[in-house]
């Protein structure tokens, strides 16, 4: 198998399609709705479909990727990799002291 091209992170999931089959990851599809206000594809103008690819779901479960967390270099499935990083000693922790003010 060729080597894929790309990050494949938990910030791709879900992983959605257009009407014509463009996919979009779950960051892209949240940077169109924020920067844009709209919910076309960037590619065609199709409307971007709200339910998840199932086959670029099954290939994110399938395949190893990384933690995303800066120094953790834990490696596993889709799924494993996403529990993972509930957990992970590098994730960042609010510290109990900070208080919110508002702007």
Request: hydrophobic share 25%.
């Amino acid at each position: 198998m060729e080597k894929l091209e790309g990050d494949f992170s938990e910030d791709m999931h879900p992983i959605r399609l257009c009407q014509n089959r463009h996919t979009t990851c779950s960051d892209c599809h949240k940077k169109i709705e924020r920067t844009w206000q709209t919910t076309r594809c960037p590619l065609c103008r199709g409307d971007l479909q709200l339910d998840p690819c199932p086959v670029k779901e099954q290939l994110y479960y399938a395949l190893k990727v990384s933690c995303k967390l800066d120094g953790c270099r834990v490696e596993g499935y889709g799924k494993e990799v996403k529990r993972h990083e509930r957990r992970c000693v590098f994730r960042v922790a609010r510290c109990m002291n900070h208080v919110q003010t508002q702007k």
